[in-house]
């Protein structure tokens, strides 16, 4: 007689999810989204009305006064689950554990991965649509591919971090280590964005920020939209004004590097690792 | 009879340290194999590169015919006893359980069924809420609930006290016995080996020293040895130690048994009363009998070693 099929993904899915978001962690974090949100469409709705120019920078202005703050919990949240949760994991062996059961490693992965980050990303992006919606849904009906783009460009950097902290996890398995790893970088690269901001203002010279764009794409769609160069050199010196497509490459090219940094972490955990 | 698993020429090194250089190793379909050792003998290594929870760097591993590193599947017939295992720490203890049956696809009754096995009552207890004792009890459990016909255990009953040390080994030659499980335990706990397995693989810087059934292994070293019943074991022992034909010493409460060098056993007839009437020790006893695991481990690594 056949053995009965077990769910091994769906199981392991589900005790991620739990040990992630066991009570009360889910819903502070969405009582925080949700604060966090309406206060800055509160704040930020009136200004961006006033300041925008075209209904499409008033759609992209919208989509990233709004998400300030929520994204900055929302990293909180991805960078919490992935280093406590899967680097505790290996840190304390409970990855034994779960390599004892009849499913594959990157299996494993991607339902631990699922859980620290699709359910943070479903609750931030469900909390920020819905807020969207209220505030200008005349606007967002009408620019959608816009508003999608904004947030594929800003959400591709705190991947790309959480990646390259999943990567230290394993390395180094233990989650305090990779939390604070994870953190230092995330804000030494942010430093460097403003640094690099800033030479550009009175160099002119937009290379290195070309290159940060890759890593940030957000700051590509933020210079098409604001065209910051223009406004504060007044003409003087080159400006960045890249159009809507080269800022799509550059997003194209974040998700490459997020690709790239996620496709390594699971070659590592399923082909190299030993626990 | 086939074999379950087939270790062939192992090395794994980390760093400079060589954790396993050339094991080899045989477990038979049906039987119960005690894998011995010094710490740092290369047990865990061994037992991790059966799971395929790391990979060798050559040799061969092959579980269930397959190799375990890139076949999960053959954790279907495979239940594990990490010497300290984790758990995701937030579940309750038969909660879990009833996931893992659903992992396997058995009834989640089974759950309750494997609790009771092991004599666990702590149902809704949080999983991080367990002693050392019942949180073993409980890997206990969640390694038979998908009645695995191989079980490999690293230090099963390291935490048990010795009322559920003795229940385990009986759970062992019940599961041997009605449902012909194999078994691979690893364990510093050599009495309780003894009183389970069927054979032995003694392990010693990274390779086998000696394996088989244990009769055999008796048999092969001459594993022999001379008891002396005395109202006076430690001062006996301290007069049979400047012996030089006497190998290893252990006592008790009773007497002291002494394994000789091969042949030499005869010897301890004359020596012993010599002894007694130094130390003013009265002799009950002196008889010839197999040793324990303890001393045929010692007798296999000392000679191993050319001492």
């Known amino acids: ?275 | 009879m086939s074999s379950l698993i087939v270790v062939e020429n192992l090395h794994k090194s980390y760093g400079k340290v060589k954790a396993v250089n050339g094991l080899s190793l045989q477990v038979r379909e049906g039987s119960i194999m005690g894998l011995i050792g010094p710490n740092g003998a290369g047990k865990t290594t061994t037992i991790k590169a059966v799971l395929g929870l790391l990979k060798p760097d050559s040799g061969k591993v092959a579980v269930l015919g397959e190799d375990p590193w890139d076949n999960p599947k053959i954790r279907e017939n495979i239940g594990v006893i990490y010497e300290k295992a984790y758990f995701p720490a937030h579940h309750r203890v038969l909660d879990y359980l009833k996931r893992v049956c659903r992992i396997y696809g058995v009834p989640e009754a089974r759950a309750l069924e494997v609790l009771r096995l092991v004599d666990l009552d702590a149902y809704d207890r949080e999983i991080r809420g367990l002693s050392a004792g019942m949180l073993q009890k409980f890997e206990i459990a969640h390694a038979l609930i998908h009645n695995p016909r191989l079980i490999i255990a690293d230090e099963p009953a390291s935490n048990l006290d010795p009322e559920a040390r003795t229940k385990l080994l009986d759970l062992i030659l019940r599961l041997h016995r009605e449902a012909n499980t194999t078994f691979l335990i690893s364990s510093h706990i050599l009495p309780e080996l003894s009183r389970v397995c069927d054979s032995m693989a003694i392990i010693s810087e990274g390779r086998v020293l000696a394996s088989g059934p244990i009769n055999e292994l008796f048999e092969r070293y001459s594993a022999k040895a001379v008891r002396i019943s005395t109202d006076k074991p430690e001062a006996f022992a301290q007069e049979l130690k400047k012996l030089p034909y006497v190998e290893r010493i252990s006592t008790d409460s009773r007497g002291v048994s002494i394994v000789t060098t091969e042949g030499m056993e005869p010897n301890i007839y004359e020596d012993a009363p010599k002894i007694a009437r130094k130390i003013a020790a009265v002799i009950m006893g002196i008889e010839l009998g197999t040793a324990s695991l303890e001393q045929l481990y010692y007798k296999v690594v000392r000679e191993k070693a050319g001492r």
Request: charged residues 10%; positive net charge; glycine residues 8%.
């Open chain 1, 1 to 275: 007689m056949e053995k009965p099929k077990g769910k091994p993904f769906l199981e392991i899915l589900a005790a991620s999810i739990h040990e992630d978001f066991r009570f009360p962690i889910l819903e502070v974090f969405a009582f925080l989204y949700a604060i966090s949100t309406f206060v800055l469409v509160q704040i930020g709705g009136g200004y961006t009305l006033s300041i925008a120019g075209s209904e499409e920078s008033l759609a992209y202005s919208l989509v990233s006064i709004q998400m300030g703050t929520p994204l900055f919990i929302f990293l909180i949240l991805i960078f919490k689950n992935v280093a406590y949760g899967f680097g505790s994991d290996l840190e304390k062996g409970t990855i034994q554990t779960l390599l004892a059961y009849p499913i594959k490693r990157h299996m494993i992965l991607t339902a631990k991965m699922l859980s620290a980050i699709g359910i943070s990303l479903a609750m931030f992006l469900g909390i920020q649509f819905f807020a969207l919606y209220l505030i200008a849904p005349q606007t967002v009906a009408n620019h959608m591919p816009i508003v999608i783009t904004a947030y594929l460009a800003s959400l591709s950097y705190p991947l790309l971090i959480t990646a390259i902290m999943l990567l230290i996890a394993m390395k180094v398995r233990k989650g305090g280590t990779a939390l604070v790893l994870g953190i230092v970088l995330y804000f030494a690269i942010s430093m460097a964005s403003g640094i690099l901001t800033i030479l550009y203002i009175f160099t002119g010279n937009a290379t290195p920020l070309k290159i940060l764009a890759i890593i940030q794409p957000s700051t590509a769609l933020q210079f098409h939209y604001t065209q910051i160069g223009t406004l504060i050199s007044q003409g003087q010196i080159e400006t960045w004004t890249p159009s809507f497509s080269e800022a799509l490459t550059y997003i194209a090219g974040g998700y490459c590097l997020v690709a790239a940094a996620y496709l390594i972490s699971y070659y590592y955990f399923s082909r190299r690792l030993n626990i």
